[in-house]
């Protein structure tokens, strides 16, 4: 089945920079989280292609050559680690004249971690320790799976070569050594420990340092804490994969933080001073007179510092003016007056939107009957 165009599952542009990138992500990510879609396969699946998706739009070399080859580019990835197209060429037409080369140790796989953290922690930083199941290098072997005291020694079919010369017509084509399997090499007295595969499965438990900062689709690279490879080849990279959890009371956008303050309608008219939420504790906030609902107030410095510039994001506080519930009769009252003092419920002196609101009513009617 063929794979969508990873700028089409984003919802970007081909000319899309890595701000609309991220910010498309975490729309997506958020709407297709399997935490949020609980047995949906299907938000699953799409959870997957947004992942895939956006793993390799922010990476600039993976960007590159998605752009010039699509999905070929990486088919050759999953073949053969970093192939290109001399590894191919060498592997195909090396067999046939002869020019064949020995096989390589694998390097380790990479691992992927997800991490979830709160607001505060990703945006103060934290060190969390995490445990993670691996195929580590033996220590008794160091890798080489001999016996200790012992070390492996050249293959005696491919006398060291990794490969072998079959006759077929008149060809002679070299494949794969069956006795080493390519690695020209073997172990006469294998490592008890590992049985002479250079590696044992285990737990380890890793220290990892998060810098304050870090947002949702961000990622931690540990060189060299992945699989171990195989006879003492190069560690694959464990990838800490960051999720920010919802939080109840801001909404973070790159680095600037939203907040919702609710105030009653005499606040609203009067003016006052509020207490307001910041990540770092309390502030007040003045509200002046005459204050509309929807209005924002910036507070500068207020929000997360980015873990790339160092710059400091802002906390936008939006004002939502609260109508009373659970009015007594006395309340009742006094607001009766007060709508009577305004003129009536069609009363606009002091509600300047409210007549705008009616003119234009007015007008659209005149209009119709015109």
């Not at 900062?213 to 190069?234: F, H, K, N, P, V």
């Not at 009769?329 to 007060?338: A, Y």
Request: aromatic share 8%; glycine share 12%.
């Amino acid at each position: 089945m063929a794979k969508s165009d990873y700028y089409q599952i984003l919802g970007v542009s081909k000319n899309a920079d890595e701000r609309e990138i991220k910010k498309a992500y975490k729309r997506l990510a958020m709407k297709f989280h399997p935490d949020r879609n609980p047995g949906n396969a299907e938000a699953e699946v799409k959870f997957k292609e947004i992942k895939e998706a956006y793993e390799v739009l922010t990476d600039g070399q993976k960007r590159a050559a998605y752009d010039q080859y699509g999905h070929m580019a990486f088919e050759q990835d999953s073949m053969g680690g970093n192939a290109d197209f001399s590894d191919i060429f060498g592997e195909v037409f090396g067999d046939i004249f002869g020019g064949g080369r020995r096989q390589r140790a694998n390097r380790g796989s990479d691992f992927r971690y997800n991490m979830e953290l709160t607001l505060e922690e990703a945006v103060r930083g934290v060190t969390r320790e995490i445990r993670i199941p691996v195929l580590d290098e033996c220590q008794a072997c160091h890798g080489n799976g001999a016996k200790p005291g012992t070390s492996s020694i050249k293959c005696p079919t491919c006398q060291g070569q990794g490969q072998v010369q079959i006759r077929q017509g008149f060809f002679a084509v070299q494949q794969v050594c069956p006795t080493c399997h390519g690695q020209g090499k073997v172990v006469k007295e294998p490592c008890i420990k590992c049985n002479g595969h250079g590696r044992i499965k285990k737990s380890k438990t890793l220290s990892v340092k998060i810098p304050s900062g870090i947002d949702t689709g961000d990622r931690i690279r540990l060189s060299g804490e992945g699989e171990a490879g195989e006879y003492g080849a190069q560690a694959g990279d464990l990838y800490v994969q960051v999720q920010v959890r919802k939080h109840p009371i801001f909404e973070r956008e790159e680095n600037n933080l939203y907040c919702e303050v609710p105030i009653n309608f005499a606040m609203a008219a009067l003016g006052g001073e509020i207490e307001v939420p910041t990540i770092d504790g309390r502030l007040k906030l003045k509200v002046p007179p005459e204050t509309q609902t929807g209005r924002v107030f910036r507070m500068r410095g207020k929000g997360v510092k980015s873990v790339r510039s160092g710059s400091q994001g802002d906390l936008l506080c939006r004002v939502v003016v609260e109508t009373p519930v659970k009015l007594n009769e006395w309340q009742k009252q006094l607001l009766r007056e007060l709508e009577e003092s305004f003129g009536g419920p069609s009363g606009n002196q002091n509600s300047p939107r409210l007549k705008s609101f009616l003119d234009g009513v007015k007008k659209f009617f005149d209009d119709l009957t015109s």
